[in-house]
């Protein structure tokens, strides 16, 4: 995991704050959107999803919008806490291919 | 970690060597993924597998091959070792129906002098 924090755009917010962290995907006919959470050393972990037939999802002090005109995701993490620093990634998938394509990433850095 | 193990967690190996790297499953999920990430590139599809001796290439599968014998273990082996394919590599399964999240493992991560 370390490599995976070279060249990437970093968002820094204080601990309390909210978090915004966008992601444009890349193909009009996907249906189906992630969110992950990569810490050093580990592989990519599940936050949330959302499918096309939604704009908006929520779960756990995480909302993801899907604005699907301009092919634009974002995440929004309330009150941002130290644990959540970490790179994240959007991905997208089609129905009947499961693989899922990503994108390159963005490291959150949570100042306390 | 979704029950995946992968192996070994780090290898070093010199340029033209075959590398082996193996992804074990515990919960006998069909679909198996290796990936790879490089800076600048997010995660890379190298192949996947849906069903034992059911595999398929990924957008960069040119160096790699894989094999699935059992449900459980996936194996990506690189004939001949390049500086290129120096990388993290990640092994995922798919746990649901269609349009589900993928779960990874901790990774492997290789490099070749």
């Known amino acids: 995991g370390e490599s995976v924090g070279l060249h990437l755009p970093t968002l820094s917010v204080q601990e309390g704050d909210n978090s915004i962290i966008n992601c444009a995907y890349s193909n009009s006919a996907s249906d189906y959107f992630i969110w992950y959470k990569q810490e050093s050393g580990k592989g990519p972990q599940f936050i949330i999803d959302?499918?096309?037939?939604?704009d908006k999802r929520q779960g756990q002090r995480v909302t993801v919008l899907l604005n699907k005109t301009v092919k634009h995701l974002s995440l929004q993490i309330a009150a941002t806490q130290p644990g959540d620093s970490a790179v994240y990634f959007c991905a997208e998938g089609l129905t009947g291919r499961r693989a899922l394509t990503f994108g390159s990433g963005t490291r959150l850095q949570v100042q306390p | 970690d979704a029950g995946i193990t992968q192996s070994p967690r780090h290898k070093v190996t010199e340029t033209g060597t075959p590398v082996t790297l193996r992804c074990h499953q515990t919960?006998?999920?069909?679909?198996m993924y290796w990936y790879r990430q490089d800076p600048g590139h997010g995660l890379r599809l190298i192949h996947y597998?849906?069903?034992?001796?059911?595999?398929d290439k990924g957008e960069v599968s040119d160096g790699y091959s894989v094999s699935r014998s059992k449900t459980e273990d996936f194996l990506l082996t690189l004939e001949s070792a390049t500086s290129s394919q120096t990388s993290v590599y990640f092994c995922?399964?798919?746990?649901?129906?269609?349009?589900?999240?993928?779960?990874f493992g901790n990774g492997t991560r290789l490099t070749v002098t």
């Open positions: 959302i499918r096309s037939n939604m």
């Open positions: 995922a399964i798919s746990v649901g129906t269609d349009n589900s999240p993928l779960h």
């Open positions: 919960e006998n999920h069909r679909y």
């Open positions: 597998s849906y069903g034992v001796k059911d595999t």
